[in-house]
């Protein structure tokens, strides 16, 4: 482990004297290699947009021409995140995207991987799913074993050479759980006649027999397969034409948005039951936007003022005293202790901890909430988050700019210290995020509103940020119950699995990310074992895919 951690170090100063070389060489970093440095830091966004303005001109001029319609640079507002990267392209974008990756790993698995390290030279990571992933599916930590690099899993290994891993996955499973709920039986068929099913798609929606074409045009055969692999991957996530076509474009296979827009539109010719499924959950999840009228605002308001200032006060007592405080005790170390009743206190704060965070409420005092279902019947939960929609109709209501609201904002930017634009200067969605990175000034611009304007214009604008919070929600309430139910599926291939390795001894499980598992054993139990992890996994999955 420690032999890779050094080879990956090197590999990144390589890749820093690779961007040094791209950008106008740089000088010598150390006295100890004879690596170079490029004169600007790869780790800055700022400094990065402005080395790709100057050394990939074409490319990020391309891109955003792609990409908004008017050839420019790069400005302040824009991300350089790794799919903006990997958009633009080009040898300094992959050279970033390799720093960064280099990066990422020695920093979350550097010398910090050794804190983990038992004696007897096993890591022991904890892995959670009721405070997991949302959907169901185990999430690790101390450390993340989840998510280790593939440089360095041959470096995990048993000990003791007589004992070996076993290792399987389930294959397609969120496509094949897709087709069952969704009840296609053109996908469904594919996957029972055990064809490549993006083969199957791809021959179905450009009719064409694969194996005439994978003959005569292996080409055009990858070409079609790559397409329809983004589409049976990207429709239950809610994949929209202009995130299609630059998926297929970064493979390789360059689609404008007007050929992704037909080619979605012919893949849900193809497979109607999927199609219909997912309008079906679209259906629903604007349905439950339009309710969001019953959110009861000054109660959701009250819930706000202040919690995060409560949840700090809790949280320091905690690390104080080793224990959470009682209201009574929270009112004593309170700021507002002087300055408000005591008894109004204590009863505002004794409602607030009834709540785990700050969300938007009904008039009951119920969240506003709705939620999904598995197969199994395991709810996920969706709530309201005030946080960010506080910052959604704080950006909504500059952008309106209705009567009045150029004195709040100047009278806001000056009590606190922000730039919200004025006549003739706008900023940008992206600096606002940062002009209220502070989230408590969220709330307080919305009351700012509320006391210039009246709490009527300041509750219509929290409306509207609600019913866009709910529909910004669609991808993850589509995509739900597909991954909550593949998760199901490996919770029942855990317990069985467990029972299985009973016969074993010293058989454990040793890992599992997603719909994987990995188990140790003795070698000579290796071959009966594939056999007790492959039923244990189809079972399940037959359980719940029958078909």
């Known amino acids: 482990m420690a032999a890779e951690l050094k080879r990956i170090a090197t590999k990144q100063r390589d890749v820093v004297g690779r961007l040094a070389t791209l950008t106008g060489g740089g000088q010598e970093g150390t006295l100890f290699d004879d690596a170079i440095e490029p004169s600007w830091n790869p780790g800055s966004d700022q400094q990065v947009k402005q080395a790709l303005n100057q050394w990939a001109s074409e490319q990020v001029r391309a891109y955003t021409q792609t990409r908004y319609g008017i050839a420019r640079d790069l400005d302040a507002t824009d991300s350089v995140s790794r799919p903006v990267l990997r958009d633009i392209g080009g040898e300094l974008c992959h050279a970033l995207l390799d720093f960064r990756g280099l990066t990422k790993i020695l920093s979350t698995y550097g010398e910090s991987i050794h804190e983990h390290l038992h004696d007897d030279g096993r890591l022991r990571p904890q892995y959670l799913q009721v405070v997991g992933t949302s959907t169901g599916r185990l999430a690790s930590r101390n450390p993340n074993a989840q998510n280790f690099t593939p440089m360095m899993k041959p470096y995990f290994r048993p000990a003791d050479p007589s004992r070996v891993f076993v290792h399987a996955d389930l294959s397609q499973a969120e496509l094949r759980f897709l087709a069952e709920v969704a009840n296609d039986e053109p996908l469904r068929a594919a996957f029972a006649r055990g064809d490549d099913v993006h083969v199957s798609t791809a021959a179905s929606m450009f009719g064409f027999d694969p194996v005439v074409l994978a003959a005569d045009d292996p080409a055009r055969y990858k070409h079609l397969r790559q397409i329809a692999k983004a589409l049976n991957f990207g429709i239950a996530y809610g994949t929209g034409a202009a995130a299609l076509g630059r998926s297929l474009t970064n493979e390789g296979a360059p689609t404008t948005k007007e050929e992704a827009t037909e080619l979605l539109a012919q893949y849900r010719r193809t497979y109607p039951g999927t199609a219909a ?28 003022r202040g919690f995060n200032d409560l949840t700090a006060l809790r949280r320091s007592f905690r690390r104080s005293q080793n224990r959470w405080p009682s209201a009574a005790e929270i009112v004593a170390i309170h700021p507002d202790r002087h300055e408000r009743d005591a008894d109004e206190l204590l009863a505002t704060i004794e409602w607030q901890l009834g709540y785990s965070a700050p969300v938007a409420l009904l008039a009951d005092g119920d969240p506003f909430t709705f939620s999904t279902r598995t197969v199994a019947g395991r709810r996920q939960q969706f709530n309201l988050h005030l946080d960010r929609l506080f910052l959604n109709a704080a950006i909504d209501a500059i952008r309106t700019d209705p009567p009045g609201m150029h004195n709040v904002k100047a009278g806001f930017a000056h009590d606190h210290g922000v730039d919200l634009g004025g006549p003739g200067r706008d900023v940008s969605d992206k600096e606002l995020d940062r002009e209220f990175e502070d989230r408590s000034l969220r709330q307080r611009f919305i009351d700012a509103i509320g006391r210039e304007l009246g709490d009527e214009v300041a509750h219509r604008f929290l409306q509207r940020a609600a019913k866009d919070r709910v529909s910004a929600m669609v991808n993850a309430w589509r995509n739900a119950p597909i991954q909550g139910g593949v998760a199901d599926i490996m919770l029942v291939a855990y317990a069985d699995l467990q029972q299985r390795l009973q016969h074993y001894p010293g058989a454990v499980p040793v890992q599992t990310v997603h719909d994987s598992v990995v188990v140790e054993c003795n070698e000579a139990d290796a071959v009966a074992l594939v056999d007790e992890v492959r039923e244990a996994l189809e079972s399940a999955s037959l359980r719940f895919c029958p078909t």
């Open 277 to 304: 499924w997912a309008e079906q959950r679209i259906a629903e999840i604007q349905q439950i936007a339009n309710e969001t009228v019953e959110i009861d605002w000054p109660l959701t308001l009250r819930l706000a």
